[in-house]
């Protein structure tokens, strides 16, 4: 009921003001933060707001609903999808430890409202790709070390063609790589079909896996090539070797 209330009133605000679609997908939001002191929620709040704004401008307002934060006292990653998953898009939990050390990943956990994904490979690539190129805060899990230069690292472990296979909500994590080094490839694959096929390319195959409520699809291997015009395989060669001569 306050989310239900404290929308309600930014809403009319944003709507009297003129507001623009991306003023509206980013203005909306809600934050149940009594594990935080008054100053560090302000301080959460205007990074929230402000890493809204980007998401919004860069992925487009493919949402406009809200935000519903909640900040709890546990360690652990923030969380965003996986609420997607189960029908509460929109549903936030930040954890206050992270959150006073400025450490959280806000547009990551952004990005998965406005840009959920079926493929947990490709929609955790969109959220730690998106948390550098929109220059997010440092945060998990390369805080602000170059992705590429990082997944160089761990390419030779790095199957890209299983981990591929994930469906949201199953973690993303390997015998070889654990949950931090998955994502910094997933971030780093990401990255390198983005920037060199470009991004109208890469939401045609993101749209091939959407996210359907309680539903585990990570979607048809072939599709790499309907839309590459070349198989997984030739990419993720293409992506290490690309890392190689780095
Ligand atoms: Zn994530």
Not at 8 to 36: H, M, Y
Request: glycine letters at 10%; hydrophobic letters at 45%; charged letters at 25%.
């Amino acid at each position: 009921m306050r989310f239900a209330r404290l929308f309600a009133t930014s809403l009319l605000a944003g709507v009297a003001g003129g507001a623009t679609a991306a003023d509206t997908c980013a203005g909306k939001f809600a934050i149940d933060a009594a594990e935080l002191d008054w100053s560090e929620e302000q301080g959460f709040r205007e990074r929230f707001a402000a890493a809204a704004k980007k998401v919004c401008e860069w992925w487009g307002p493919s949402w406009t609903r809200g935000f519903e934060i909640g900040v709890d006292r546990l360690r652990g990653p923030s969380m965003a999808l996986v609420p997607a998953w189960r029908g509460s898009r929109g549903s936030m939990i930040f954890r206050a430890p992270t959150v006073r050390r400025s450490a959280s990943a806000i547009v990551h956990e952004i990005t998965h409202v406005l840009a959920p994904n079926a493929n947990r490979f490709l929609a955790e690539g969109l959220g730690v790709y998106a948390q550098e190129a929109l220059g997010g805060q440092p945060a998990y899990p390369n805080f602000a070390r170059d992705l590429h230069r990082e997944a160089a690292k761990l390419a030779g472990n790095a199957d890209i063609a299983a981990l591929e296979r994930y469906a949201t909500p199953t973690r993303l994590r390997s015998d070889a790589l654990d949950g931090r080094e998955a994502y910094i490839v997933a971030g780093s694959f990401v990255r390198y079909l983005i920037e060199t096929y470009g991004m109208e390319r890469f939401r045609e195959l993101y749209a091939l896996t959407p996210l359907v409520v309680r539903a585990r699809d990570p979607g048809d291997p072939a599709r790499w090539r309907t839309v590459y015009g070349k198989p997984l395989a030739a990419l993720a060669e293409g992506w290490r070797s690309a890392l190689g001569k780095r």
